[in-house]
């Protein structure tokens, strides 16, 4: 957001953003439950100035809605597998509501264990990751989660998008400070991304993705339009991307990203796929100093000079809003009060 749209934005609190968010979800077919969990979620993505999916996010979310694509009163039937393994079946509705209903038995499954697994299928996941597993951390466990998406990457030296962006995250409990948190794609830029470039008519950087043609290119128009993202760092990032495609959906029993077919659809633009969870007990490694460990790590990669660590971003732009309030642009605040 430019200084000038900051000065005359329309300020939000958290709650007060939440409430909005979940009026648009309500109006637009979700339950009042699942609403509340999508709210919390959206309005968690802008505050922390997780731009590609925070309230860019909610035209999105309702022509997937208004498609018939996704339910979103949708209610998550949870699977006890045995053991440490849990499974649920989102039955067509997005993956934070799954997750949420979930979430107890694996946090206890977690504990009983040192460690669970959860594994969501036929979910829904149009957010960032980092909201998933960050609350696993505060609780002083450590959390990975694995979320394939649609069909935009092409595997490295190759032709055909099939991966999605495919994230991970990773959350680990930190002594006296917030957790260490990173939420990455798999793909050199989130799909997201790229909408926001094409809208502000921006180039990308070299490398990103090519055109329908398969030729290198920085216009993210021509990679929305036909072409595709690149996966990062060559071979090894389309190996991670395959690796969540396996974790996602193989193993969960999700579409994979290139699978699902939306085309009946109109609008539809959620992913329908599968997500994985594994949260661990760090007491369960017999080392009650887990967390100063962690610290000692952070702060050991700061004095080698790394200025900036994953989450100190997030946790500057959290602050600044829990105290300002969260900035909308009076186009976007307009655009949100246009779907209630
Ligand atoms: N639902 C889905 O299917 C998908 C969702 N996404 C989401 O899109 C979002 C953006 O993904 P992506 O483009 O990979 O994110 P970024 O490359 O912007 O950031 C990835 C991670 O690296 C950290 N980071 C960024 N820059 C630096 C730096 N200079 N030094 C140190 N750390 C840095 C970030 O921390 P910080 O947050 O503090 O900036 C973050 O943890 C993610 O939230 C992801 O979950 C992506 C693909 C698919
Ligand atoms: O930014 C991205 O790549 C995506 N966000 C939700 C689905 C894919």
């Given at each position: 957001?430019q200084?000038?749209?900051?000065?005359?934005g329309?300020?939000?609190?958290?709650?007060?953003?939440?409430?909005?968010?979940?009026r648009?979800?309500i109006r637009?077919g979700?339950s009042?439950?699942?609403?509340?969990?999508?709210?919390e979620?959206?309005?968690?993505c802008?505050?922390d100035g997780?731009?590609s999916h925070?309230?860019?996010?909610?035209?999105?979310y309702v022509s997937?809605?208004k498609s018939?694509?996704?339910?979103?009163?949708a209610?998550?039937?949870?699977?006890?597998?045995?053991g440490a393994?849990?499974?649920v079946d989102?039955r067509?509705g997005?993956?934070q509501p799954?997750l949420?209903?979930?979430?107890?038995?694996?946090i206890?499954?977690t504990?009983?264990?040192?460690i669970?697994?959860?594994?969501l299928?036929?979910s829904?996941?149009f957010?960032?990751?980092?909201?998933?597993v960050e609350p696993?951390a505060?609780e002083?466990l450590v959390a990975l989660s694995?979320v394939n998406?649609?069909?935009?990457?092409?595997?490295h030296g190759g032709h055909?998008?099939?991966f999605?962006?495919n994230?991970?995250?990773?959350a680990a409990?930190?002594?006296d400070e917030?957790?260490?948190?990173?939420?990455?794609a798999?793909s050199?830029?989130?799909?997201?991304?790229v909408?926001?470039a094409?809208?502000e008519?921006?180039?990308l950087e070299?490398?990103?993705?090519?055109?329908?043609n398969?030729e290198?290119?920085?216009d993210?128009?021509a990679?929305?339009d036909?072409g595709a993202?690149?996966?990062?760092?060559?071979?090894?990032?389309g190996?991670?991307a395959l690796m969540?495609?396996?974790?996602?959906a193989?193993?969960?029993g999700?579409?994979?990203?290139?699978e699902?077919?939306?085309?009946?659809?109109?609008?539809?633009?959620?992913p329908?796929t599968?997500q994985l969870f594994i949260?661990?007990?760090p007491?369960r490694?017999?080392?009650?100093v887990?967390?100063d460990?962690?610290?000692?790590?952070?702060?050991l990669?700061?004095?080698?000079?790394?200025?900036r660590?994953p989450?100190?971003?997030?946790?500057?732009?959290?602050?600044r809003s829990?105290?300002?309030?969260i900035?909308?642009?009076q186009a976007?605040?307009d655009?949100?009060r246009?779907?209630?």
């Amino acid at each position: 957001m430019q200084q000038a749209e900051i000065e005359t934005g329309i300020r939000l609190s958290f709650e007060k953003l939440v409430a909005l968010l979940a009026r648009i979800f309500i109006r637009n077919g979700v339950s009042p439950e699942n609403a509340g969990v999508l709210a919390e979620n959206c309005a968690s993505c802008e505050r922390d100035g997780s731009f590609s999916h925070g309230i860019f996010r909610i035209p999105g979310y309702v022509s997937s809605l208004k498609s018939g694509w996704v339910d979103g009163a949708a209610v998550p039937a949870v699977e006890d597998a045995g053991g440490a393994f849990i499974r649920v079946d989102a039955r067509n509705g997005f993956a934070q509501p799954a997750l949420m209903a979930a979430r107890d038995l694996l946090i206890g499954r977690t504990k009983e264990h040192g460690i669970a697994l959860l594994a969501l299928r036929r979910s829904h996941h149009f957010s960032a990751l980092w909201p998933d597993v960050e609350p696993f951390a505060d609780e002083g466990l450590v959390a990975l989660s694995f979320v394939n998406s649609m069909a935009c990457v092409v595997p490295h030296g190759g032709h055909k998008a099939i991966f999605g962006t495919n994230p991970i995250a990773f959350a680990a409990p930190r002594r006296d400070e917030p957790p260490f948190v990173f939420d990455q794609a798999s793909s050199a830029l989130a799909n997201g991304d790229v909408q926001i470039a094409a809208r502000e008519g921006r180039l990308l950087e070299p490398g990103m993705g090519v055109d329908r043609n398969g030729e290198p290119t920085r216009d993210p128009k021509a990679i929305l339009d036909g072409g595709a993202l690149l996966p990062f760092g060559g071979h090894k990032g389309g190996s991670i991307a395959l690796m969540v495609e396996i974790l996602g959906a193989a193993l969960t029993g999700g579409y994979f990203s290139g699978e699902f077919d939306w085309s009946e659809f109109k609008g539809a633009q959620t992913p329908k796929t599968g997500q994985l969870f594994i949260v661990i007990d760090p007491e369960r490694g017999g080392n009650d100093v887990f967390r100063d460990r962690v610290s000692e790590i952070s702060a050991l990669v700061r004095e080698a000079g790394q200025e900036r660590l994953p989450g100190d971003r997030r946790m500057q732009s959290r602050t600044r809003s829990m105290a300002g309030g969260i900035v909308l642009s009076q186009a976007n605040y307009d655009m949100l009060r246009s779907y209630v």
